[in-house]
């Protein structure tokens, strides 16, 4: 579970910035939900055989000796919380989430016990429409943070009803083919068949690329939705790739999955996945409303940030106060209000350390700022401040303190 350090989350807020203004075009709103949720709740939403359940939650009994859990993913909880508050009934609704989820997995690069998705889910939206508007939302995420090596793949998991037959097929094939299963294979075989087909054993890969397909077995409803999601990501230019391995970990998809993935980042390639979850609300006990929705991995997102070189995504110009003197000290402070009142998006930064005017000046150096301002006993005396531009190394010109805002306001373009 590391530690987030000043100088990374001066990236991670910028993504966080630009990733929130495109959901809120798109009309999703904002939804917290706890850290803590009841362990029957993923249980009964994700699936009691499933890894995440099985071997990934961190449970634990409180002291009613009631099982919790922290949060392994966010959609249980907002559909638990739309439930619970009413959010469902005759309305459609857009939410998003951003916030950390754990699971006990063996940590690595892009893989931690404690990591970072931002969320969106939709409710009450039967067509394709929505699967696709939520594939040109993250399309749009991408375009806009610089990422261009990344690649959409989908997959249709039909209805419950078309899924149930389907795992009947893959139980009666697999079980053929039983002794060129592996141990985890072999434990999935009755109660969870599909997650075999997602099994990374290479040894395995020409018995799972043989399998029946779920394409094959798709009922009318299904697979009209999966061919017109297809035809309008084609009309808005999304590239996209049939996966019929694709069937995400969870049990509570439906219909449409899909996932972006990245040979940037090695082992760890998806960088979001989702699906719908038409039958989720009604299995916590709600109304049957549709549902869809997906995730994005934080840490792999800044990480592909970095290496398309767009680092810079937060603009807030920096200033920083040299004062040498208890009246310059006094002063800056002053200074610095009138300046925070101004400009809302400046970061400004005060001396508080005495020293030179050497020693201040490799401060503000070092603290990557844009401008410099310069007070001493003699600006005091004479009513001038100092102004250095600093990334350009600047000449230091002088000008009287009621012209400062006017001359920062022409420097950053405000």
Same mark, same amino acid.
């Given at each position: 579970m590391p530690t987030l350090l000043p100088a990374e989350l001066k990236l991670w807020q910028s993504v966080e910035s630009e990733i929130k203004k495109i959901l809120s075009s798109y009309a999703y709103q904002e939804i917290r939900t706890p850290l803590l949720e009841r362990t029957e709740l993923f249980q009964r939403t994700i699936g009691e055989q499933t890894d995440v359940v099985s071997k990934e939650m961190y449970s634990f009994l409180d002291r009613k000796d009631q099982s919790l859990s922290l949060r392994p993913e966010a959609t249980a909880g907002v559909v638990r919380a739309g439930i619970e508050h009413g959010l469902f009934y005759n309305q459609t609704q857009k939410f998003w989430s951003m916030g950390p989820m754990y699971r006990y997995e063996?940590?690595?690069k892009g893989r931690y016990r404690q990591f970072h998705q931002v969320n969106m889910e939709a409710f009450g939206f039967e067509g394709p429409g929505i699967d696709a508007e939520l594939m040109i939302l993250t399309s749009r995420i991408w375009k806009n943070l610089g990422i261009d090596a990344i690649q959409l793949e989908l997959n249709s998991l039909g209805t419950s009803e078309s899924r149930k037959n389907y795992r009947a097929t893959l139980i009666e094939y697999f079980k053929d083919h039983i002794d060129s299963l592996d141990e985890d294979s072999l434990l999935r075989?009755?109660?969870?068949?599909?997650?075999?087909?997602?099994?990374?054993?290479?040894?395995?890969?020409e018995l799972i690329d043989s399998a029946p397909k779920m394409n094959d077995h798709l009922d009318q409803e299904s697979k009209d939705h999966f061919d017109d999601l297809l035809e309008r990501l084609d009309s808005h230019g999304i590239n996209h790739k049939l996966n019929h391995r694709l069937v995400r970990g969870l049990d509570y998809y439906t219909k449409t999955v899909f996932e972006w993935t990245t040979d940037k980042l +090695?082992?760890?390639?998806?960088?979001? *996945?989702?699906?719908r979850y038409?039958?989720?609300?009604?299995?916590?006990? +709600?109304k049957d409303v549709f549902?869809? *929705?997906?995730?994005i991995g934080f840490e792999r997102l800044v990480e592909l940030v970095e290496l398309s070189g767009k680092k810079d995504q937060n603009g807030q110009p920096k200033i920083y106060l040299v004062a040498v003197g208890d009246q310059a000290e006094a002063k800056s402070s002053e200074l610095a209000e009138l300046i925070r009142d101004r400009f809302e998006d400046c970061v400004v930064e005060l001396n508080q350390d005495g020293g030179s005017f050497k020693q201040q000046f490799k401060r503000a150096d070092r603290s990557?700022?844009?401008?410099?301002?310069?007070?001493?006993?003699e600006e005091i005396e004479n009513e001038t401040i100092g102004i250095k531009t600093m990334r350009e190394d600047g000449e230091q010109e002088t000008i009287s303190q009621h012209k400062l805002l006017d001359s920062i306001a022409e420097k950053i373009g405000a």
């Open positions: 063996r940590p690595q075989l009755e109660k969870n068949p599909m997650r075999i087909l997602d099994s990374k054993n290479q040894e395995m890969s +090695g082992a760890q390639a998806t960088v979001c *996945g989702g699906g038409d039958d989720l609300v009604k299995q916590l006990g +709600g549902g869809i *929705g997906c995730a990557e700022s844009d401008i410099a301002l310069i007070l001493g006993d």
